[in-house]
């Protein structure tokens, strides 16, 4: 499987859930709250953690920056958890793909936070400005 290959599949995953969840809403209500907050958010950052053995497990979640970040992050704390895949005993759930044989962890993370960038781009208020919303790991950076 190609990286491109896993992201279209993962990305069709996240739109599902997402319909299924509401996040398009949740998103629409960060943004308005990041606008009006006296001293708002410069940012949303989506932060997507992938799981530390990297076998498909991963984690989605937005939160603010800027001066009033923390009170923002508190204020919407549910909201902000926007995507997760849980191990249950009948395996993960949702059914995203295993990381492919030959992957790094690396590589498993590239295809992921691509899919996620994507997903967000297609899910974000029309009325974002632009660069408002950075998806990225929150150790390899944002863009």
Same mark, same amino acid.
């Given at each position: ?53 990297? +076998? ?29 895949? +849980? ?57």
């Amino acid at each position: 499987m190609t990286p491109e290959e896993y992201a279209d599949t993962l990305q069709g995953i996240l739109t599902r859930a997402a319909t299924a969840t509401g996040v398009a809403g949740h998103l629409e209500q960060l943004l308005a709250a990041a606008r009006a907050q006296e001293g708002g958010a410069d940012a949303i950052l989506v932060d997507v953690f992938v799981d530390q053995d990297a +076998e498909g497990p991963f984690d989605v979640w937005a939160r603010f920056e800027g001066r009033d970040a923390f009170a923002l992050d508190r204020r919407f704390e549910r909201e902000r958890n926007l995507f997760g895949v +849980e191990w249950t005993e009948d395996g993960w759930d949702p059914d995203v793909p295993a990381r492919p044989r030959g992957w790094s962890r690396e590589d498993l993370e590239a295809a992921v936070v691509s899919a996620v960038s994507a997903w967000i781009a297609a899910l974000k208020p029309a009325a974002s400005p632009e660069d408002f919303w950075l998806v990225g790991t929150p150790d390899g950076g944002f863009g």
